[in-house]
């Protein structure tokens, strides 16, 4: 089982919810291998049985540049049988609250057998923790139902 959790951050915040979502992944006994996105070997892409993706939200609600080739390769590659999540960090102060996070669904729905997504307000805090578990949890039960974990 080939599971690529894929993020950028500016800040930090991005990646300290990456290092998060990976631990309580790899609780699972799940080998999940940490790229940044300049990291990640794209033209591997669907060669990987999931794909976690963290991103922040830029500009007005929009996809960080840096995740374009990414979000592309999705489109452009026959990745119907990944199995995809998304995460992201944002600020309410804007009016699209986590945009990049929305318009990675919308399209891995379509593209990607997509399990779940999760939008944390900028550094993620102890009462977060919660909605982590359950991301992982999640993401582990399509595991299960679709790969041989
Ligand atoms: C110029 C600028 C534009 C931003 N636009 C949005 C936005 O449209 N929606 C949103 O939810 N957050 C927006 N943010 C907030 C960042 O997404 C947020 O701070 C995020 O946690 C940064 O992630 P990082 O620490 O991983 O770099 C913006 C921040 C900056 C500086």
């Known amino acids: 089982m080939k599971l690529a959790i894929v993020y950028t951050s500016i800040t930090g915040n991005t990646k300290e919810l990456a290092t998060i979502l990976g631990g ?61 999540s998304v995460f992201g960090t944002g600020d309410q102060f804007y009016p699209h609250y986590c945009g990049a996070v929305d318009k990675f669904r919308d399209m891995l729905y379509v593209q990607s057998e ?15 923790l919660k909605r982590c578990r359950k991301f992982a949890e999640l993401l582990l039960q399509r595991l299960q139902q679709t790969v041989h974990v």
């Open 24 to 84: 309580l992944i790899k609780g699972y006994g799940i080998d999940a291998q940490l790229f940044t996105i300049e990291e990640f070997p794209l033209w591997q892409l669907s060669q990987f049985d999931a794909v976690v993706i963290g991103t922040y939200t830029w500009g007005n609600g929009e996809i960080p540049e840096e995740m374009l080739p990414l979000f592309r390769a999705f489109e452009n590659q026959d990745t119907h049988s990944i199995i995809t």
């Open 114 to 128: 997509l399990a779940v997504t999760l939008k944390v307000e900028l550094t993620p805090q102890l009462q977060d």
